[in-house]
């Protein structure tokens, strides 16, 4: 029974007993097993590998459509045009149609390469007429300077002075590009004539097909 203080005597003498220790049950936690593929493909997850990115995948489509044996499948794509004698049996159209359609494609792609082959040489040309204008544009100055020239020097003064120094090399550049400009056509028209005859053997399967039935 506990002793209630009446007094300041009595105050000064109690003393609360101390409270009872409260039992804690202790559970022990076995450690999770840590799978290691999941924890492999989690980590795969937040952190890709470096090696393979988008730009890499990029990089390999762009290689595949840009390299290629221009001479082979230019003499290739012409030679297929032709069907053949067989040209009235469906099994013959029918693989004919097959290859037209997969022909069209690389058609395309080889006009593609041509145009870019054609771009790579512009700006090579570039950088070797520019060194030829400068010389021109010198020589121009120089007779002005002198008084031989007494007008503005304009594009063609200096274009017809690179002919009048290098006149061999100048004609050579020029017969290039306009070689690469007709060969860019005809890969087009090639191109062209590949997807035409790819619709044209679907009409003439889609013939077949009803004058059977």
């Known amino acids: 029974m506990r002793k209630v203080p009446v007094g300041p005597s009595d ?3 109690f003393e609360l007993p101390p409270p009872p220790a409260r039992r804690v049950a202790v559970t022990k936690t076995e450690p999770k097993p840590v799978h290691v593929a999941s924890q492999a493909h989690a980590d795969e997850k937040a952190a890709p590998e470096a090696s393979h990115t988008l730009a890499d995948d990029m990089r390999r489509i762009i290689e595949s459509v840009f390299v290629i044996d221009y001479k082979r499948e230019w003499e290739r794509l012409h030679e297929d045009l032709t069907v053949g004698e067989n040209r009235g049996d469906y099994d013959t159209i029918r693989r004919c149609l097959d290859a037209a359609e ?3 494609l690389k058609a395309h792609k080889l006009a593609m390469n041509v145009k870019l082959e054609f771009d790579r040489y512009k700006m090579d040309l570039e950088a070797t007429q ?3 204008r400068s010389e021109a544009s010198e020589v121009l100055e120089a007779e002005k300077a002198a008084g031989e020239r ?3 020097i304009t594009e063609a003064d200096v274009r017809a002075k690179m002919v009048e120094l290098h006149p061999d090399e100048f004609r050579s550049q020029e017969l290039e590009v306009r070689k690469f400009e007709l ?7 090639l191109s062209e004539v590949w997807s035409q005859k790819s619709r044209t053997l679907n009409a003439i399967i889609r013939t077949m097909r009803r004058i059977e039935e």
């Open 183 to 189: 060969t860019v056509r005809q890969a087009e028209k």
């Open 150 to 152: 007494k007008k503005s």
């Open 130 to 132: 520019s060194a030829m």
């Open 102 to 104: 997969d022909n069209a």
């Open 11 to 13: 105050a000064d003498d």
